[in-house]
């Protein structure tokens, strides 16, 4: 298709942008990591957002690219955050394509963007959605067991949208857990909803992962999802996405405040 070409195109010519929504620890309300978020200013048609191109690349091989371009520039973010401060605790999250994880090389494709920019793999978190990883559990436990041999974290996004997963945690090799969205902003209305948050965090802490809570809108979902024992959390109450700069200098902010 034509936007398919473009976004092609736009890649190649570094058209694609990042923005960065911070994370918070719930605990102290710092800033402990932010989650990567990819725009395409596209020409003629200003800052496009990924719903409007992301589902067509995952269409063809061309998600792949994407992923491959996002990884490098987070990387290359990365290795400037521990020269900037050698005991930065601060992690970037990336979500990874379930295309990507089944037929594509993620494990080389994450080494070699490490390799390239000395970036810290304990700094790097790889997301990926419960519905991917389940698309072929043996294929996922071994690519999520050999990224996390070279010290990346594992996070599950979206995690309650597909039950099954519950039934699978124990064999998936990941460091979090994220709730979606959905049950966070209805959880205040829904004893069922609010179920559902108390029974991923009954089973995160049953398998020592962390939780982290997606989608806090409000001061009432900040203090429903910190009173119920969610240890990280973000949204647009905490922050909406951030240009990279903007981002940056929140986060080593609160650094600065946490080493002082």
């Not at 191109?53 to 371009?69: C, G, K, M």
């Not at 000395?118 to 436990?141: C, Q």
């Not at 209805?186 to 029974?199: G, T």
């Not at 991923?200 to 900040?222: F, K, N, Q, W, Y």
Request: overall charge negative; charged content about 30%.
């Amino acid at each position: 298709t034509e936007t398919e070409l473009a976004l092609r195109r736009g890649i190649e010519a570094d058209e694609l942008v990042l923005e960065y929504q911070p994370i918070v620890d719930l605990a102290t309300s710092r800033v402990d990591g932010a989650e990567a978020l990819v725009r395409w200013r596209r020409p003629d048609f200003g800052l496009v957002g990924p719903n409007d191109f992301i589902h067509i690349a995952e269409r063809s091989s061309l998600i792949i690219e994407l992923d491959r371009w996002v990884l490098e520039r987070c990387c290359e973010r990365l290795a400037g955050w521990r020269d900037r401060d050698a005991l930065s605790p601060i992690r970037l999250a990336v979500n990874i394509s379930g295309r990507h994880l089944m037929e594509g090389d993620l494990v080389a494709d994450v080494a070699a963007a490490l390799e390239r920019t000395g970036a810290d793999p304990s700094m790097l978190e790889i997301e990926l959605t419960e519905t991917h990883l389940l698309g072929d559990l043996d294929l996922a436990v071994e690519t999520l067991r050999a990224l996390r041999d070279r010290g990346v974290r594992i996070s599950i996004d979206d995690f309650g949208t597909g039950y099954s997963a519950m039934n699978h945690l124990r064999h998936l090799p990941i460091d979090s857990i994220k709730i979606d969205r959905s049950f966070i902003v209805a959880a205040r209305v829904s004893d069922a909803d609010a179920a559902v948050v108390d029974a991923v965090l009954a089973i995160g802490r049953s398998h020592g992962l962390e939780v982290v809570a997606e989608g806090i809108e409000t001061a009432e979902d900040l203090e429903f999802v910190r009173g119920r024992g969610c240890d990280r959390g973000q949204g647009y109450y905490i922050s909406y996405p951030l240009p990279i700069e903007s981002a940056e200098a929140l986060m080593f902010s609160t650094l600065a405040m946490q080493h002082a």
